[in-house]
């Protein structure tokens, strides 16, 4: 049973576009949300979380929305860059996380010249 | 770089062998976590160990085991390898216990043959 699920597992957008990756979750005990980028041949690196306290989160580039009630959270990057090209792994956790991360499967993102 | 050191970055190994992965955290951190990614699944929580203690326990089998040393850093030990153990495992640490924005090390691939 898959209690967070990025239906999409790829998604192609056109440089200096807005990339829209979407997740969906069903354990409604996930109280924080986070998001991690993955390049080939390294580990998952942290880019954005969320609280469930807060619909809106923004670092720079990033924003990351919540919707508790359709349980469903979404990364947006304006402008998309050639950079940012990668796999997309939403997570969440429950409890401040201490039992750990539950991810998605993943969304391989790819910025088109 | 994560600050998160894994070795070896790759084994190969022969079916009902046992394996060791190591993993030093970022200079620091407490926390430990594993996880393993499957083919064509996203990254399951295994264990976490802080400062030397269990701390919860994921999807583990009961022929993996793990503990964390005085010094941090951390093993994971899989026995009796089947195929379907092969797959990439990624160690995370963290400052604390419960810190969710956990920075992951490269991963080590494992190849059960």
């Known amino acids: 049973d898959q209690q967070v699920k990025q239906n999409s597992p790829s998604l192609s957008v056109q440089e200096g576009r807005i990339s829209i990756l979407n997740c969906d979750y069903t354990?409604?005990?996930?109280?924080?949300f986070l998001w991690y980028k993955k390049y080939p041949a390294e580990g998952p690196t942290f880019l954005i979380s969320?609280?469930?306290?807060?619909d809106k989160n923004e670092d720079g580039r990033f924003t990351v929305f919540l919707n508790k009630s359709a349980k469903h959270l979404s990364l947006h990057i304006v402008p998309s860059q050639p950079g940012d090209s990668a796999v997309y792994f939403c997570?969440?956790?429950?409890?401040?996380?201490?039992?750990?991360?539950?991810f998605g499967k993943g969304t391989h993102l790819i910025i088109q010249p | 770089d994560s600050g998160v050191t894994q070795t070896p970055k790759h084994l190969i190994t022969a079916t009902g062998q046992r394996v060791t992965l190591r993993c030093s955290p970022r200079?620091?951190?407490?926390?430990v976590y594993w996880y393993q990614q499957s083919l064509d699944q996203g990254l399951q929580f295994l264990i976490q160990?802080?400062?030397?203690?269990?701390?919860a326990k994921g999807n583990i089998l009961e022929r993996f085991s793990a503990q964390q040393f005085p010094d941090l850093h951390s093993e994971l030990n899989l026995s009796s390898l089947e195929l379907g153990d092969s797959a990439l495992y990624f160690c995370?640490?963290?400052?604390?216990?419960?810190?969710?924005?956990?920075?992951f090390g490269q991963g080590t691939r494992l190849t059960v043959v």
């Open positions: 995370a640490s963290s400052a604390i216990w419960g810190i969710t924005e956990a920075f």
């Open positions: 997570a969440a956790a429950s409890g401040g996380g201490a039992d750990g991360l539950t």
């Open positions: 160990y802080y400062n030397g203690e269990e701390r």
């Open positions: 200079s620091g951190d407490l926390s």
């Open positions: 969320i609280s469930s306290i807060k």
């Open positions: 354990n409604s005990m996930f109280d924080y």
